[in-house]
């Protein structure tokens, strides 16, 4: 029922999203699925289906919906997949990135604000989402219980890549961060035998990541 909520709106965004982005229809099926609405504080649940990020408190925001769509598909992410989100902030993102990778595969997600891991972990609850596991924790430094992990997303800028991220990350694994202070890049990054290769996607703002390999407080 949740999941039929405001349908139109859901399906307007994702269509103009696939008309200016050109998203994948992977991606475009996973967002049309996912009430972002529910995910919002409700004074700015009639604001839900534009594209841009809203506050969603502590000083913190829910990344805009194309953001979202960009990073899942750079992420190139795979039905049973096991993914690391740092980040976490209202649980939207991962909900997708759940969609995308199936009942069988896993997303754990991790975010230093109590409170918002606390409202993520109700959200994703109410609706079914058995396959995200929501961590309160300092992500910088990722979360080696579960390591390794096929894809890794960080959805809140770092001044470099944080080493533990890429010890946790498979070889054959990617991984999507941006790194940067005032100019942010987004960066695609890929670990092989060798070590990793990164590649520039372009300019992006987030919030930055504060912990031990982020920003320090
Ligand atoms: N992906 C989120 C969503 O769908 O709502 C939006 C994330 S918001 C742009 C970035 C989040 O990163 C904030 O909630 C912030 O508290 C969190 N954050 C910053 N540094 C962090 C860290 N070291 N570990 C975990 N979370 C962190």
């Keep these: 029922m949740k999941f039929d909520e405001r349908i139109e709106e859901r399906k307007r965004m994702v269509e103009k999203l696939k008309e200016e ?3 994948s229809e992977r991606v475009a099926k996973a967002m049309l699925k996912v009430p972002r609405h529910l995910f919002v504080p409700p004074q700015y649940s009639n604001e839900a289906y534009y594209d841009y990020p809203l506050p969603i408190g502590y000083g913190q925001t829910i990344s805009a919906p194309h953001m979202v769509a960009i990073m899942c598909d750079l992420l190139d992410l795979l039905p049973g997949q096991k993914v690391l989100e740092v980040g976490g902030g209202s649980g939207y993102h991962a909900a997708v990135v759940a969609e995308l990778v199936g009942e069988g ?8 604000i109590p409170e918002l891991a606390e409202r993520a972990k109700k959200t994703l609850r109410s609706l079914g989402y058995d396959n995200v596991e929501v961590i309160v924790g300092d992500g910088s430094e ?10 890794i997303y960080v959805t809140a800028a770092a001044p470099d890549v944080p080493e533990p991220l890429v010890e946790q990350l498979k070889i054959g ?4 961060i941006p790194i940067g202070s005032e100019i942010q890049t987004l960066y695609v990054i890929e670990k092989d035998e060798k070590g990793i290769k990164k ?19």
Excluded at 105 to 112: H, S, W
Excluded at 173 to 176: D, E, R, S, Y
Excluded at 200 to 216: E, H
């Design 21 to 23: 982005l050109g998203i």
């Design 199 to 217: 590649k520039r996607w372009g300019s992006v703002r987030f919030v930055p990541l504060l912990g031990k390999y982020g920003f320090r407080l």
């Design 105 to 112: 595969g896993k997303v754990i997600m991790i975010e230093r």
């Design 173 to 176: 694994g990617k991984m999507v």
């Design 142 to 151: 990722g979360y080696e219980s579960e390591a390794p992990y096929d894809r």
